[in-house]
């Protein structure tokens, strides 16, 4: 059964730095391309980053080019996300899933409970 369990969220002020992980099982994690996204309240789920499955090419929202970075360790089947210079805008739930910018695995039985950002001061 696919899963993906989202940690490192927190409270955090504006130019703060936050790391996000997320622990995947139910495939063959190493072969496949990750992605984050976040949610804010009121909006539509929308692309942070993502990853491919060599770990050698990477994809950023405009928005967050240059101060957010992805990465991923295959051997602990986990894809990290560095978020430097928050913004309070950035407040929202953020989730991973797998694909290269578009999510794999859509219904909503398989995202995970997601990790809350909150940026304020």
């Known amino acids: 059964q696919v899963q993906f369990v989202e940690s490192g969220g927190g409270l955090v002020q504006p130019g703060g730095s936050l790391r996000l992980s997320c622990v995947v099982s139910?495939?063959?994690?190493?072969?496949?391309?990750m992605s984050w996204y976040r949610q804010a309240p009121g909006k539509k789920r929308e692309l942070v980053a993502g990853?491919?499955?060599?770990?050698?090419?990477?994809t950023y929202a405009d928005s967050v080019k240059g101060r957010f970075t992805i990465s991923r360790d295959d051997a602990e089947n986990t894809v990290y996300l560095q978020m430097n210079s928050l913004k309070p805008e950035e407040t929202a739930v953020y989730y991973c899933?797998?694909?290269?910018?578009?999510?794999?695995?859509?219904?909503?039985?398989?995202w995970g409970q997601g990790t809350q950002v909150t940026v304020s001061s």
């Open positions: 899933n797998g694909g290269f910018a578009t999510p794999l695995w859509r219904g909503d039985d398989y």
């Open positions: 139910g495939f063959s994690f190493s072969s496949y391309a």
């Open positions: 990853i491919n499955s060599g770990g050698g090419v990477t």
